[in-house]
T-cell receptor, first 112, second 115 residues
């Protein structure tokens, strides 16, 4: 069966420090991969999606970047964190372009 | 573009009460519709889905019917339990060019069920 792993689960970082969140999917090939952010409150904002290795689409201009170095690995990064980057980050994958998404457990980032 | 509007709540019910969370959407063509649930501190889990008009998705006692004439996908459960306390998200996967690769989510509805 397919599984998705996301880490770290929680981190606290100072303003201006770098960030790296990792996500891997197991049990499937060539998944579509996504990064969402859930800020205080509950709404979900799509940050990036990828349909293949090295193919990244950004939904909103921001302080973050994403990379897909391997088929089932998706990384969210920042060179210098801002206070506004705090939130709950969710990685997700899908098999088909219109199929349902399967989410990881999330990473809670607090920038101080 | 595509959009999803759901009642924001919060919704507070007593155990065994009837639940309805309204969801309406705007999309071109024939989107697929989903309900996701998020328990505290966790990621989202797919609760149910419907891929064409008049389809009824169901799971764990929850139901939702894809109504194209009213562009709605309301979530219902006949008798809620304390363990149903969570945030519920309505979402659609559209077929228009800009939506082919992502789901569009509503803002979520917080449900609290008291014993």
């Amino acid at each position: 069966s397919q599984t998705i792993h996301q880490w770290p689960a929680t981190l606290v970082q100072p303003v201006g420090s770098p960030l790296s969140l990792e996500c891997t999917v197991e049990g499937t090939s060539n998944p579509n991969l996504y990064w969402y952010r859930q800020a205080a409150g509950r709404g979900l904002q799509l940050l990036f999606y990828s349909v293949g290795i090295g193919q990244i689409s950004s939904e909103v201009p921001q302080n973050l970047s994403a990379s897909r170095p391997q088929d089932r690995q998706f990384i969210l990064s920042s060179k210098k964190l801002l206070l506004s980057d705090s939130g709950f980050y969710l990685c997700a994958w899908s098999v088909r372009l219109r199929g349902e998404l399967f989410f990881g457990e999330g990473s809670r980032l607090t920038v101080l | 573009g595509d959009s999803v509007t759901q009642m924001e709540g919060p919704v507070t019910l007593s155990e065994e009460a009837f639940l309805t969370i309204n969801c309406t959407y705007t999309a071109t063509g024939y989107p697929s519709l989903f309900w996701y649930v998020q328990y505290p501190g966790e990621g989202l889990q797919l609760l149910l889905k419907a891929t064409k008009a008049d389809d009824k998705g169901s799971n764990k006692g929850f139901e939702a019917t894809y109504r194209k004439e009213t562009t709605s996908f309301h979530l219902e459960k006949g008798s809620v339990q304390v363990s149903d306390s969570a945030v519920y998200f309505c979402a659609l996967s559209g077929e228009s060019g800009g939506s082919n690769y992502k789901l569009t989510f509503g803002k979520g509805t917080l449900l609290t069920v008291n014993p």
